[in-house]
């Protein structure tokens, strides 16, 4: 049985990653894992962070481009004020 993968499979980050005018930022001393941003990002810049925080979670870090800035990830965040989404606006 050796090869055998149990576990949730690890979502792997998109190696065609485009360039946008967005970026996230994430408090990670107030993340708790809950994971529910990396589930809705559709660009797949988000991952969990190697380190623990001081209540003992790993962190969602964000990638550090290819962000849209759709915000759904803030939305869909149970902790208020831990995502921050910041898209450019064009000048006219």
């Keep these: 049985m050796s090869g055998l993968n149990v576990g949730t499979p ?3 980050t998109n190696p065609t990653v ?4 967005a970026r996230v930022e994430i408090n990670g001393e107030l993340c708790k894992e809950c994971l ?3 589930e809705a ?7 969990v962070s ?7 979670y790993h962190p969602v870090e964000y990638i550090g481009e290819g962000c849209t800035g759709c915000g ?7 902790e208020p004020g ?3 989404v ?3 606006i064009k000048a006219a």
Excluded: Q, R, W
């Design 10 to 12: 690890k979502k792997e």
């Design 18 to 21: 485009k360039k946008h005018n």
């Design 36 to 38: 529910l941003c990396i």
């Design 41 to 47: 990002c559709a660009p797949d810049v988000l991952k």
């Design 50 to 56: 190697d380190t623990l925080n001081k209540m003992g």
């Design 72 to 78: 759904v990830c803030f939305y869909v965040c149970p």
């Design 82 to 84: 831990t995502i921050k």
């Design 86 to 88: 910041y898209k450019k």
